[in-house]
């Protein structure tokens, strides 16, 4: 019913930029929220970034603010994740999920669906 798919992880130098996008599909996709979260080998899975489709409301982690933003295309029901400044430590698995919702939040349970992943690597 609903589905959502990644694209645009690579292999980038620390300081390089990426864009992330994620691209959902479905018949029930009038309100919602679509989050980023990343995941490590061996670590949890960490909320990144999220957006509200009704609102724009947006919320960043601490370890993102400043760097990473965030921003929808309600028209393609698209959204993407600028990443600048890259870090090493920002290597991980990055998901998109959708939360049928209006409030944007970082808390993974509330998420509905989820993508399945796609790769970003930071190193020299």
């Known amino acids: 019913q609903v589905q959502l798919v990644e694209s645009g992880g690579e292999s980038v130098q620390p300081g390089g930029s990426l864009t992330l996008s994620c691209a959902a599909s479905?018949?029930?996709?009038?309100?919602?929220?679509i989050g980023w979260f990343s995941q490590a080998p061996g670590r949890e899975r960490e909320g990144v970034a999220s957006?509200?489709?009704?609102?724009?409301?947006?919320i960043y982690s601490n370890s993102v603010r400043g760097r990473f933003t965030i921003s929808r295309d309600n028209a393609e029901d698209t959204v993407y994740l600028q990443m600048n400044d890259l870090k090493p430590e920002d290597t991980a698995t990055y998901y998109c999920?959708?939360?049928?919702?209006?409030?944007?939040?970082?808390?993974?349970?509330?998420?509905?669906?989820w993508g399945r992943g796609t790769q970003v690597t930071v190193s020299s």
């Open positions: 999920a959708l939360d049928l919702s209006t409030i944007a939040t970082l808390e993974d349970y509330e998420f509905d669906y």
């Open positions: 957006i509200s489709k009704t609102t724009g409301a947006t």
């Open positions: 479905g018949s029930r996709l009038d309100y919602y929220v």
